[in-house]
Nanobody, 121 residues
Framework: QVQLVESGGGLVQPGGSLRLSCTAS????????LGWYRQAPGKQRSLVAR???????RYADFVKGRFTISRDNAKDTVYLQMNSLKPEDTAVYYC???????????????WGQGTQVTVSS
């Protein structure tokens, strides 16, 4: 059973920083793209950032210059460094991964359970 386990959320003051981590566990062949999404109360889940296996990244406009996504392929882990946090960044952050369970089979999208980030003074 493949699982994505997130950590690093919490309460931070405006202007502060947090680093989220997400590690894939279980038996699988490979991981393609990894990403972070977020969902605020009453809103739809939306893309924050994604990173390819080769390290190419893309970001939502509202986090450009403040957040950085990275991955460690040896550890099957993706990170989200969040700086200059704003109250509007408050949301549940979800990790997302395209995982190939067995070689030569299609990639399957998996989601983590979510981690709460609250930005408030």
């Amino acid at each position: 059973q493949v699982q994505l386990v997130e950590s690093g959320g919490g309460l931070v003051q405006p202007g502060g920083s947090l680093r989220l981590s997400c590690t894939a566990s279980g038996k699988f062949a490979s991981i393609n793209e990894l990403g972070w999404y977020r969902q605020a109360p009453g809103k739809q889940r939306s893309l924050v950032a994604r990173v390819t296996r080769g390290g190419s990244t893309r970001y939502a406009d509202f986090v450009k210059g403040r957040f950085t996504i990275s991955r460690d392929n040896a550890k099957d882990t993706v990170y989200l460094q969040m700086n200059s946090l704003k109250p509007e960044d408050t949301a549940v952050y979800y990790c997302n991964a395209d995982i190939q369970h067995v070689r030569l089979t299609p990639y399957v999208t998996h989601w983590g359970q979510g981690t709460q980030v609250t930005v408030s003074s």
